[in-house]
């Protein structure tokens, strides 16, 4: 079980064998990396830089977000395993990845992180 400080849940990490993957399909959605992320990942794949933006990654304003592919009813990240059913990157995928489900955006939307995570246990 994994606490945050001022986080009014914590999060069972056993949950995501069962889940199948629920926060990295569905609906279309920004995976924001940064640029040392990209340096990471990139050799990690020995890809040139060049070509792995090419592949996976899109532009977002000033920003870069992993490519999504279609999946299911909607979208996947480009790096879900859809056999498995998990992150074929996890040692190395992105911070927003990492923080998840403690993000700030969660600590006021109670019901929406329910309905997404079923690791999520609230605290009394
Ligand atoms: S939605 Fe929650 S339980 Fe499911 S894979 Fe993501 S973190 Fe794990
Ligand atoms: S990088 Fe991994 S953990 Fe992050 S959304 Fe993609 S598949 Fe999921």
Redesign the pocket.
């Known amino acids: 079980m994994i606490y945050e400080k001022d986080f009014p849940y914590a999060f069972d990490e056993n949950a995501c064998a069962k889940c199948g993957?629920k926060?990295?399909t569905g609906e279309s959605g920004n995976?924001f990396i940064n640029n040392e992320e990209i340096n990471l990942l990139s050799d990690y794949l020995k890809l040139d830089k060049k070509q792995f933006m090419e592949q996976f990654i899109k532009k977002v304003g000033l920003r870069y977000s992993?490519k999504e592919v279609e999946f299911e009813q909607g979208y996947a990240?480009v790096?879900?395993d859809q056999i498995k059913r998990n992150?074929s990157?996890y040692e190395l995928?992105?911070k927003q990845?990492k923080t998840f489900p403690f993000w700030k955006y969660f600590k006021y939307h109670k019901e929406e992180l329910q309905k997404e995570c079923i690791g999520i246990y609230y605290l009394s």
């Open positions: 993957g926060c990295c995976i992993l990240c790096f879900f992150c990157i995928r992105p990845c």
